[in-house]
């Protein structure tokens, strides 16, 4: 594999005697999209920040493109950065707010003009040059402040929570929008969310932190599907968390034992918390002779549109809850309400045991 285009190694930063990052090492190879994901106050922004130099890290180093810039200023540092605030320039014209990155740099009036015009109809707002950012939407100015990060043509975009600030379907239409036009740019890109869904459906990896450490860094698919701690399991999506006991080949969960696909890494005998996504709790298709199927009754349905969270409980289960995905269609063809009952089955090979 290439070298990385962005390492970070032992990166270190305390505020007095907190600590908010602690030991961070990680590798970004050029082209890919990576989101730090995590809850407030665990040291994700910090973390952007000290890539980007508007903050100084106590300790540890940061190479970009093979260039140590560890302690090199923010003038002289290959990025371009978005806020959530847009940080436009009120005063300024679109085409001025734009083209203040290459103004500064002493690019040609005529380059300049052209790569305006460029990237505004690149961000979807052709003819809006002249306007002023009051004149615009929220989404219009997150596009008019990404268009201007863009405008230096940087090696590194860094987006510091640029959505959340906006209406729900703007923000699910402009995180599209954003993910495509990295695509087509090829721009190395490290963007910091709380909201996982928007994590998940736009990064090639996600760094989940906790309390200035990261926890796992995989795929969406892995980060949802296969998580390696508690903490990404319970963060990650919905998830039923249940204490269970091993038992060889499967594990008890309430009066039943239960089949389970287990890596070896726990031993029988052992309590511990099985972690289950609700689609992995299946009320079809079931056929004679699978196992780990229950009969289960309806304790609660929240509807959520074409499909509902479903809360059921189990006699097998014992005082335990599960929450299932269970479509709308469903429930109406099964006549299915709270107190109907059906029969579920839990996926074997789905179980994430700690």
């Known amino acids: 594999m290439s070298s990385p285009y962005l390492r970070l190694s032992g990166i270190h930063k305390t505020f007095g005697t907190f600590t908010a990052l602690e030991g961070i090492d990680l590798d970004i190879h050029k082209g890919e999209f990576v989101c730090f994901l995590g809850p407030s106050g665990c040291g994700k922004t910090t973390l952007l920040r000290i890539i980007a130099g508007l903050e100084v890290q106590s300790a540890g180093r940061i190479e970009q493109a093979g260039r140590d810039i560890s ?13 959530q605030s847009y940080a436009l320039f009120p005063n300024l014209t679109v085409a001025d ?4 990155g290459l103004v500064n740099r002493k690019v040609p009036k005529a380059e300049v003009t052209a790569r305006v015009k460029e990237l505004v109809a690149l961000v979807g707002l052709p003819g809006s040059e002249g306007k002023y950012p009051a004149q615009l939407s929220g989404g219009q100015q997150q596009r008019i402040a990404l268009a201007r990060a863009l405008a230096t043509k940087p090696g590194l975009l860094l987006l510091d929570e640029p959505l959340s600030a906006l209406d729900a379907i703007v923000r699910v239409h402009l995180r599209q929008e954003i993910r495509s036009l990295q695509r087509q740019l090829g721009v190395t890109t490290i963007m910091v969310t709380h909201d996982q869904e928007e994590a998940l459906s736009v990064a090639d990896r996600i760094v989940v932190m906790n309390q200035g450490a990261i926890e796992q860094v995989g795929t ?12 990404v399991a319970d963060f990650v999506g919905r998830v039923n968390a ?10 008890r969960l309430g009066a039943r034992r239960f089949d389970c696909t287990l890596d070896g890494a726990v031993t029988a005998g052992a309590d511990v918390r099985v972690y289950l996504r609700p689609e992995d709790v299946l009320a079809r298709p079931i056929a004679p002779g699978d196992s780990n199927v229950f009969e289960a009754e309806i304790d609660k349905i929240e509807f959520l549109g074409s499909y509902c969270l479903v809360r059921v409980k ?4 014992g005082e ?5 995905y269970l479509s709308l269609n469903f429930l109406a063809e099964q006549g299915l309400e709270v107190g109907g009952r059906l029969p579920l089955r839990l996926l074997p090979d789905r179980m994430r045991v700690f």
């Open 314 to 317: 189990s006699e097998d289960l």
């Open 97 to 100: 707010n734009v083209a203040y």
């Open 71 to 83: 302690r090199l200023p923010p003038a002289e540092r290959d990025y371009g950065i978005v806020f």
């Open 242 to 251: 249940l204490p269970a006991r091993l038992e060889p080949g499967g594990l």
């Open 320 to 324: 335990h809850r599960l929450t299932v």
């Open 220 to 231: 969406p698919m892995q980060v949802y599907r296969d998580p390696a701690t508690p903490f």
